[in-house]
């Protein structure tokens, strides 16, 4: 067949595991290591169902080299997954409760429509991270890329929140529909977002520590002072940080500015809908 | 935003009506019922009879339930003066467009009066050479399967290898789908009456774009499941509990454009499928934010594969467009397992008529360079096409099958069957019938017991009429039409559009 | 063949116009498409005997009723047992020009040991213009390349090789291209056809033959049957009508359709499925006559799986429409394939001689009663196939369970 199609093969019951997966009390280790080139992303997540379906707490996964996919729909209450390495694109897609903690960086679309759970980035995420979100909580130490936070939308009790330790690009929060962004730029100087932020946003808050200007801003985005109860998510956000990474974040809260829609209808208006 | 839509003041032209209501005084029992039934308050109880005061679209709802039988909506005659080249509707759409500065919005698929290719080609029958077969005593097949198939069976040892993670296929009782219409573009009522004769027909029907209400979780296993740019409702039971997964890429009736669910159709019981706020507007961005090229797609692709663990076909649906064979071709290369072209007059719930009326290729012309770019590259054994946008009749189902689709996807259709009238008001939210609309009072108007009975019953007869065509072809199954352009003739026009699709002129033989 | 007495004159090809106006031996007329009511009838040797050519002539024109005058042919398996294991290339040239041209076309390509002069009655009644037929032996030759592909099985660079010698080389045409086996057909009756090849000088371990009704086409010297690539032959009785989708699944697999026949169609189709896919007899036979779903839901599991499976992967290979085929082949064995349509549209008769030695396939009972009068004779069944081998014996009646053999 030709090598441009998928292959699959993977059962229940195929053996794919075998030299790659050793679990002991509950903790599953991978070891990705294979003697013709790098591990297939389908093998991979195979060997994690595995361990899973097993009821493993804790899945530890050394040498990742960019496979894909990586937990994607993961469900499992509780799980805990730990990856050394390199991560592929779609990390923790559609995630569903696990927290995922990676050492090193991701590339892109981490986390991309995750329902809820917990990505913990030691190092930077690259581009569309936090794709759609509804839920759950992405932590950057560094950097990430353009059109991070696109269309994030909250419901009901479920808010996505994504702090980014360094910058982010243009077209932060594009279409933003819920839930919260924080960038802290730290280790920048100027402004840590780009332009076009939140463009066409109609809920939903970015929170920025340093300078935006108004050219920065896309339409339907309008640039204020964080509330008092503002104040106080950012500071559960910036506590969360400082744990999680074990760092110190230079002057708190001060010096926050808040992105909002300046309308949950920012084009209404725009269309005519006489019967001609 | 343009600058006449901030301003406070506008000074609106005045467009002269275009149906009016008209009553039979003579029966008319003055019970006020078309009154209450109007959605679009065009008529009105006043000094002892009820009056049309303007703004009627002739959705047809006043004289469908009139019990004494007395209105007749009659189109208000030109009241422009004639001209060639300036339209009345040409004229229309510019004095509204004067008065408001906005993007004219329409619903349904495009109403202009261009001839439908499907017209144009006449059905082979068997004379001699081959017997006809009567479907009524005879076996004429028309299952078919939704999937991707492996091209050649794998062999070892002169053994048949029959794995059991090989890619999965859906089984359908007949070539037919329901497109995607989403909860919140169509009520309640109206979507699960499409589910529940998608099970009885033993078809699918796709989810929409907005997730799959709790209650229909029990139609799941004929259910689509669609992941389009807005990606709302969206879980792991939604992507696993489906018959199969689609990307929605593009639409029909507007390719390049995205979704847009103005915030007063996002109810509280859209707001929990969508999980999104309530009142908020739901926007589907124009692409997804996650696929740039083809080798996003194929990631994209490949994520649903590995997040419903390889047990579902995982489809792409594209609008028709003029490289729609390179895409096609593309788009099996990146994994899908079918694929659903949609042709320029598909319907919609709202898209602006710039794009539903100028943009894309008509659905004949899209499946022939799909079946044929596919043929060419040895890919079309291997991928699902279904194929829609202006399915009207059987006739058309299965001129599109033997254009080269495997599936023909209907939608208007089936609201037809519903009542629909294609009044094309789907956008305002309003429709009496209570399929396009959220309004409690007009949803309650569809009884999705009755509602499913029509649309089943509608392509039961459709499926007859298949296999009355089949028989008098002399085929017994379905599959032996597919892309059998050799059973069609032209007798439009424009030969070179016969020449484009493969498809003989008539009076040409055999072939 | 001494039927002057009740040969029809050339009234009696029911006034058509036999050949088009463009016509020669090696390209087919602007008609596309050969249909119509055929005669076929084939007889093999189960213990290895050589059976004389006149044999299976007398089976054919003995159906004289299904034959209007516009093409019949032969084809001879078992035929060069010396010579059995090079191709036999055997050709239609209009004229010296296009021989010269296939010859220079094959002296590059082929390791070429013998070319001869088929034999052809100067007296013969078939309509003119005849072609020159040659044969050519040849080896395929270790190193070979086409158009960049250096890793190409022998057959397959052979396969190549005819298909474009056939789409391309002028005033040629290879009718057959198979080992120890060769075609002789052309454009008349089955009689005259046996006359003017004189097919009574052949001997072999199998024959198959054909003679043409085609009801709406006219007729072309290479358009009659058997239809050959390779070793494979067919004769084919009735109408592909999915002929559009089956060509599709041949074309999308490299094959080109040169003849624009249904028939031929299915000769690539029995070459992809059994020799280049390697799929048993009785899946392949499944894949082109199978059975209804509903009837494949009755089978027991396993069966089934296969059953679907088949059928959905080898959707395009479904041959929709009546037909009755009797395929051949010489390797790895020579053996006689019979199969009818999955409604039995058309006719299909087998009979064993008293003896168990031979094995008569035919349209018509009458076809093996005048060459075996005490022939056991029964009827295969819908879509199920009957298999023969030379050497070995009937190894299927086509009335066992469709899977019966298959391992899977």
């Given at each position: 067949?030709?090598?441009?199609?998928?292959?699959i093969g993977?059962?229940?019951?195929?053996e794919?595991?075998?030299?790659?997966?050793?679990?002991?009390?509950?903790?599953a280790?991978?070891d990705l290591?294979?003697?013709?080139?790098?591990?297939?992303?389908?093998?991979?997540?195979?060997?994690?169902?595995?361990?899973?379906?097993?009821?493993?707490?804790?899945?530890?996964?050394?040498?990742?080299?960019?496979?894909?996919?990586?937990?994607?729909?993961?469900?499992a209450?509780?799980l805990?997954?730990?990856?050394?390495?390199?991560?592929?694109?779609?990390?923790?897609a559609?995630?569903?409760?696990?927290?995922?903690e990676?050492?090193?960086?991701?590339?892109d679309?981490?986390?991309?429509?995750?329902?809820?759970?917990?990505?913990?980035?030691?190092?930077?995420?690259?581009?569309?991270?936090g794709l759609?979100a509804?839920?759950?909580r992405?932590?950057?130490?560094?950097d990430t890329g353009?059109?991070?936070?696109?269309?994030?939308k909250?419901?009901?009790g479920?808010r996505?929140?994504?702090?980014?330790?360094?910058?982010?690009?243009?077209?932060?929060?594009?279409?933003?529909a819920?839930?919260?962004?924080?960038?802290l730029?730290?280790?920048?100087?100027?402004s840590?977002?780009?332009?076009?932020?939140?463009a066409?946003?109609?809920?939903?808050?970015i929170?920025?520590?340093g300078?935006?200007?108004?050219?920065?801003?896309?339409?339907?985005a309008?640039?204020?002072?964080?509330?008092?109860?503002?104040?106080?998510?950012?500071q559960?956000?910036?506590?969360?940080?400082?744990?999680t990474?074990g760092?110190k974040?230079?002057?708190?809260?001060?010096?926050?500015?808040k992105?909002?829609?300046?309308?949950?209808?920012p084009?209404?208006?725009?269309?005519?809908?006489?019967?001609? | 935003?343009?600058?006449?839509?901030?301003?406070?003041?506008?000074?609106?032209?005045?467009?002269?009506?275009?149906?009016i209501?008209?009553?039979?005084?003579?029966?008319?029992?003055?019970?006020?019922r078309?009154?209450?039934?109007?959605?679009?308050?065009a008529?009105?109880f006043?000094?002892?009879?009820?009056?049309?005061?303007?703004?009627c679209?002739?959705?047809?709802r006043?004289?469908?339930?009139c019990p004494?039988?007395?209105?007749?909506i009659?189109?208000?005659?030109?009241?422009?003066?004639?001209?060639?080249?300036?339209?009345?509707?040409?004229?229309?759409?510019?004095?509204?467009?004067?008065?408001?500065?906005g993007v004219?919005?329409?619903?349904?698929?495009?109403?202009?009066?261009?001839?439908?290719?499907f017209d144009?080609?006449?059905?082979?029958?068997?004379q001699v050479?081959?017997?006809?077969i009567?479907?009524?005593?005879e076996p004429?097949?028309?299952?078919?399967?939704?999937?991707?198939?492996?091209g050649r069976?794998?062999?070892?040892?002169g053994?048949?290898?029959?794995?059991?993670?090989?890619?999965p296929?859906?089984?359908?009782?007949?070539?037919?789908?329901f497109?995607?219409?989403?909860l919140g573009?169509?009520?309640?009522?109206?979507?699960?009456?499409?589910?529940?004769?998608?099970?009885?027909?033993?078809?699918?029907?796709?989810?929409?774009?907005?997730?799959?209400?709790?209650?229909?979780?029990?139609?799941?296993?004929r259910?689509?499941?669609?992941?389009?740019?807005?990606?709302?409702?969206?879980?792991?039971?939604y992507?696993?509990?489906?018959a199969?997964?689609?990307i929605?890429?593009?639409?029909g009736?507007?390719?390049?454009?995205?979704?847009h669910?103005p915030g007063?159709?996002?109810?509280?019981?859209?707001?929990?499928?969508?999980m999104?706020?309530?009142?908020?507007?739901?926007?589907?961005?124009?692409?997804h934010?996650?696929?740039?090229?083809?080798?996003?797609?194929?990631q994209?692709?490949?994520?649903?594969?590995?997040?419903?663990?390889?047990?579902?076909?995982?489809g792409v649906?594209?609008?028709a467009?003029?490289n729609?064979?390179?895409i096609a071709?593309g788009?099996?290369?990146?994994?899908?397992?079918?694929?659903t072209?949609d042709?320029?007059?598909?319907?919609?719930?709202?898209a602006?008529r710039v794009?539903?009326?100028?943009?894309?290729?008509?659905?004949?012309?899209?499946?022939?360079?799909?079946?044929?770019r596919?043929?060419?590259?040895?890919?079309?054994?291997?991928?699902?096409?279904?194929a829609?946008?202006?399915?009207?009749?059987?006739?058309?189902?299965i001129?599109?099958?033997?254009?080269?689709?495997?599936?023909?996807?209907v939608s208007?259709?089936?609201?037809?069957?519903?009542g629909?009238?294609?009044c094309?008001?789907c956008?305002r939210?309003?429709?009496?019938?209570?399929i396009?609309?959220?309004?409690?009072d007009?949803?309650?108007r569809l009884d999705?017991?009755?509602?499913?009975?029509?649309?089943?019953?509608?392509?039961?007869?459709?499926?007859?009429e298949?296999?009355e065509v089949?028989?008098?072809?002399?085929?017994d199954?379905?599959?032996?039409?597919?892309?059998?352009?050799?059973r069609?003739?032209?007798?439009?026009?424009?030969?070179?559009?016969?020449e484009?699709?493969?498809?003989?002129?008539?009076?040409?033989?055999?072939? | 063949?001494s039927e002057?007495?009740?040969?029809?004159?050339r009234?009696?090809?029911?006034?058509m116009?036999?050949?088009?106006?463009?016509?020669?031996?090696?390209?087919?007329?602007?008609?596309?498409?050969?249909?119509?009511?055929?005669?076929?009838?084939?007889?093999?040797?189960?213990?290895?005997?050589?059976?004389?050519?006149?044999?299976?002539?007398r089976m054919?024109?003995?159906?004289?009723?299904?034959?209007?005058g516009?093409?019949?042919?032969?084809?001879?398996?078992?035929?060069f047992?010396?010579r059995?294991?090079?191709?036999?290339?055997?050709f239609?040239?209009?004229?010296?020009?296009?021989?010269?041209?296939?010859e220079?076309?094959?002296?590059?390509?082929l390791?070429?040991?013998?070319?001869?002069?088929v034999?052809?009655?100067e007296?013969?009644?078939?309509?003119?213009p005849?072609?020159?037929?040659w044969?050519?032996?040849?080896?395929?030759?270790?190193?070979?390349e086409w158009?960049?592909?250096?890793?190409l099985?022998?057959?397959?660079?052979?396969?190549e090789?005819?298909?474009h010698?056939n789409?391309?080389?002028?005033?040629?045409?290879c009718?057959s291209?198979?080992?120890?086996?060769?075609?002789?057909?052309?454009n008349?009756?089955?009689?005259?056809?046996a006359?003017?090849?004189?097919?009574?000088?052949y001997?072999?371990?199998?024959?198959l033959?054909?003679?043409?009704?085609p009801?709406?086409?006219?007729?072309?010297?290479?358009?009659?049957?058997?239809?050959?690539?390779?070793?494979?032959?067919?004769?084919?009785?009735?109408?592909?009508?999915?002929?559009?989708v089956?060509?599709?699944?041949?074309?999308?697999?490299?094959?080109?359709?040169?003849?624009?026949?249904?028939?031929?169609?299915?000769?690539?189709?029995?070459?992809l499925l059994v020799?280049?896919n390697?799929?048993?007899?009785?899946?392949?036979?499944?894949?082109?006559?199978?059975?209804?779903?509903?009837?494949i839901?009755l089978?027991?599991?396993?069966?089934?799986?296969?059953?679907?499976?088949?059928?959905?992967?080898?959707r395009e290979a479904?041959?929709?429409?009546?037909?009755s085929?009797i395929?051949g082949?010489?390797?790895?064995?020579?053996?006689l394939?019979?199969?009818?349509?999955?409604?039995k549209?058309r006719?299909?008769?087998a009979?064993l001689?008293?003896?168990?030695?031979?094995l008569y396939?035919?349209?018509?009972?009458?076809s093996?009663?005048i060459?075996?009068p005490?022939?056991?004779?029964?009827?295969?069944?819908?879509?199920?196939?009957?298999?023969?081998?030379?050497?070995?014996?009937?190894?299927?009646?086509?009335t066992?369970?469709?899977f019966?053999?298959?391992?899977?």
């Amino acid at each position: 067949m030709d090598r441009s199609f998928c292959t699959i093969g993977h059962t229940s019951d195929c053996e794919c595991d075998k030299g790659h997966l050793s679990v002991v009390d509950g903790k599953a280790v991978i070891d990705l290591k294979c003697t013709d080139g790098p591990m297939h992303f389908a093998t991979l997540n195979c060997i994690m169902r595995k361990a899973m379906r097993q009821g493993c707490k804790s899945i530890e996964l050394n040498g990742v080299m960019g496979q894909r996919y990586i937990a994607s729909t993961a469900s499992a209450e509780g799980l805990k997954i730990i990856i050394n390495g390199t991560p592929g694109n779609d990390l923790g897609a559609f995630l569903n409760g696990p927290t995922i903690e990676v050492f090193g960086n991701a590339q892109d679309m981490t986390g991309n429509t995750m329902n809820s759970g917990r990505i913990v980035i030691h190092g930077n995420a690259w581009d569309v991270t936090g794709l759609a979100a509804r839920g759950g909580r992405i932590m950057v130490k560094g950097d990430t890329g353009y059109r991070v936070g696109i269309h994030m939308k909250e419901f009901a009790g479920t808010r996505p929140t994504l702090v980014i330790g360094g910058t982010a690009k243009d077209y932060l929060g594009e279409y933003m529909a819920g839930g919260t962004v924080l960038v802290l730029g730290l280790g920048h100087e100027g402004s840590p977002v780009g332009r076009s932020l939140g463009a066409g946003m109609h809920g939903g808050q970015i929170f920025v520590r340093g300078t935006v200007l108004p050219e920065q801003l896309g339409p339907g985005a309008s640039i204020s002072s964080p509330s008092e109860s503002d104040k106080i998510e950012i500071q559960a956000l910036l506590d969360d940080f400082e744990a999680t990474f074990g760092t110190k974040v230079p002057g708190g809260i001060s010096g926050m500015v808040k992105i909002s829609p300046s309308s949950s209808r920012p084009f209404s208006g725009y269309y005519d809908k006489t019967n001609i | 935003m343009s600058e006449p839509m901030k301003q406070g003041k506008r000074f609106d032209h005045r467009l002269p009506e275009r149906f009016i209501p008209t009553i039979d005084r003579e029966l008319c029992r003055v019970c006020k019922r078309c009154v209450s039934e109007c959605s679009y308050q065009a008529l009105e109880f006043k000094e002892s009879r009820v009056v049309a005061v303007g703004g009627c679209v002739a959705c047809g709802r006043c004289q469908a339930l009139c019990p004494a039988n007395c209105i007749e909506i009659r189109p208000v005659p030109p009241q422009f003066a004639p001209h060639g080249n300036w339209s009345e509707k040409s004229r229309r759409a510019i004095l509204a467009q004067a008065s408001s500065g906005g993007v004219l919005l329409s619903s349904c698929g495009a109403d202009d009066d261009h001839p439908s290719i499907f017209d144009d080609l006449l059905l082979d029958a068997a004379q001699v050479t081959n017997p006809s077969i009567d479907p009524l005593r005879e076996p004429v097949e028309t299952i078919t399967y939704l999937g991707r198939r492996p091209g050649r069976l794998e062999m070892c040892d002169g053994k048949v290898i029959i794995r059991e993670d090989d890619t999965p296929l859906v089984r359908l009782d007949m070539p037919l789908m329901f497109g995607h219409i989403s909860l919140g573009s169509i009520s309640y009522n109206a979507q699960r009456s499409l589910f529940m004769a998608a099970k009885e027909l033993n078809i699918v029907a796709g989810s929409g774009e907005g997730g799959l209400h709790p209650d229909f979780y029990q139609y799941a296993d004929r259910i689509c499941s669609e992941v389009a740019s807005g990606r709302f409702g969206i879980n792991p039971q939604y992507l696993k509990g489906g018959a199969a997964v689609e990307i929605k890429i593009g639409q029909g009736a507007k390719p390049g454009h995205g979704g847009h669910l103005p915030g007063e159709k996002v109810t509280t019981m859209i707001s929990e499928t969508r999980m999104i706020p309530r009142g908020t507007d739901a926007l589907s961005p124009y692409p997804h934010h996650d696929i740039y090229s083809i080798e996003d797609l194929a990631q994209l692709i490949s994520v649903l594969k590995e997040s419903t663990e390889y047990r579902l076909p995982v489809g792409v649906k594209i609008a028709a467009v003029h490289n729609v064979g390179a895409i096609a071709s593309g788009l099996v290369r990146a994994g899908a397992d079918f694929l659903t072209v949609d042709g320029y007059k598909g319907g919609t719930g709202a898209a602006p008529r710039v794009i539903r009326d100028h943009a894309g290729l008509p659905i004949e012309v899209a499946i022939s360079a799909v079946d044929r770019r596919l043929t060419q590259e040895g890919l079309r054994n291997r991928v699902t096409v279904c194929a829609g946008g202006g399915i009207r009749s059987s006739a058309d189902m299965i001129k599109a099958l033997a254009l080269g689709a495997d599936i023909a996807m209907v939608s208007t259709s089936a609201m037809i069957a519903m009542g629909c009238r294609v009044c094309q008001q789907c956008h305002r939210g309003l429709c009496s019938w209570g399929i396009a609309t959220q309004r409690e009072d007009l949803c309650a108007r569809l009884d999705p017991e009755i509602s499913s009975a029509h649309i089943v019953r509608l392509f039961r007869a459709w499926n007859e009429e298949l296999k009355e065509v089949l028989g008098a072809m002399g085929i017994d199954a379905v599959e032996s039409l597919v892309g059998n352009r050799d059973r069609l003739r032209y007798r439009g026009a424009n030969p070179k559009i016969a020449e484009v699709m493969g498809v003989k002129h008539i009076g040409e033989g055999w072939g | 063949m001494s039927e002057r007495g009740c040969r029809p004159g050339r009234a009696d090809r029911r006034g058509m116009p036999l050949l088009a106006d463009n016509y020669t031996a090696s390209r087919p007329p602007a008609w596309q498409g050969q249909l119509g009511g055929c005669g076929i009838a084939s007889c093999i040797s189960l213990k290895g005997e050589r059976i004389p050519g006149d044999r299976v002539a007398r089976m054919l024109t003995i159906m004289k009723e299904r034959e209007n005058g516009l093409g019949a042919g032969y084809a001879c398996y078992g035929l060069f047992p010396d010579r059995k294991d090079q191709y036999c290339l055997q050709f239609f040239f209009d004229d010296e020009e296009g021989k010269h041209g296939a010859e220079e076309f094959l002296s590059e390509r082929l390791d070429v040991t013998h070319d001869e002069k088929v034999f052809t009655s100067e007296s013969s009644t078939v309509p003119n213009p005849h072609p020159i037929v040659w044969r050519y032996f040849a080896n395929v030759p270790g190193k070979r390349e086409w158009r960049g592909d250096k890793g190409l099985s022998e057959d397959d660079y052979m396969v190549e090789l005819v298909q474009h010698i056939n789409e391309k080389v002028e005033k040629a045409f290879c009718v057959s291209s198979g080992k120890d086996m060769a075609v002789f057909k052309g454009n008349g009756y089955s009689h005259e056809i046996a006359e003017f090849y004189d097919v009574e000088r052949y001997s072999g371990t199998m024959w198959l033959s054909h003679s043409r009704f085609p009801t709406n086409s006219p007729a072309w010297w290479a358009g009659a049957h058997p239809m050959s690539l390779l070793d494979w032959g067919v004769c084919h009785n009735g109408e592909i009508t999915s002929y559009g989708v089956n060509r599709k699944l041949v074309e999308m697999n490299g094959y080109r359709c040169t003849v624009l026949t249904d028939t031929e169609v299915v000769a690539y189709m029995w070459d992809l499925l059994v020799r280049r896919n390697g799929l048993p007899i009785e899946v392949a036979a499944f894949a082109m006559a199978p059975r209804t779903f509903e009837e494949i839901a009755l089978m027991p599991p396993k069966e089934r799986r296969l059953a679907e499976w088949v059928r959905i992967t080898y959707r395009e290979a479904f041959l929709n429409g009546p037909f009755s085929i009797i395929v051949g082949r010489s390797r790895p064995e020579t053996m006689l394939i019979a199969l009818a349509d999955r409604k039995k549209l058309r006719p299909l008769i087998a009979g064993l001689s008293p003896d168990d030695s031979t094995l008569y396939i035919a349209s018509e009972e009458c076809s093996m009663r005048i060459v075996e009068p005490d022939a056991r004779t029964w009827a295969p069944e819908a879509g199920n196939p009957l298999v023969a081998i030379v050497g070995k014996g009937v190894i299927r009646r086509g009335t066992e369970d469709p899977f019966l053999g298959v391992r899977s």
